[in-house]
């Protein structure tokens, strides 16, 4: 889209090419333009881990096996051992 619009097409042009409304074609390319904040943090903190795996792994610390956060969360144990070892995972790439 932003190559359309810089080759000077009208956003109803481009609109009609992607078979989208004008207003969208807009947002899009306002979105487009907007400034990146930058790369992705190369560490992984204990606050960038999903809601599940912090749940997990606090529930783990506190003495819980698999099958008994399993059925806490209405998942299978083997979903509960998978979430924990990829957020011990994660943990130990960001330490690292």
């Known amino acids: 889209m932003l190559r359309h619009a810089e080759a000077g097409l009208t956003t109803s042009e481009i609109a009609w090419r992607f078979r989208r409304s004008p207003g969208h074609i807009r947002r899009v390319l306002d979105l487009a333009r907007l400034p990146r904040t930058g ?3 190369a ?3 204990p606050g960038s881990l999903r809601p599940i795996e912090r749940c997990v792994l606090r529930a783990r610390e506190s003495g819980a096996d698999f099958p008994e ?3 806490r969360m209405r998942r299978s144990p083997g979903f509960v051992a998978r979430i924990a070892e990829l957020a011990t995972y994660k943990l130990q790439r960001g330490a690292g």
């Open 43 to 45: 560490g992984v903190s």
């Open 39 to 41: 790369s992705a943090p």
């Open 69 to 71: 956060i399993a059925a």
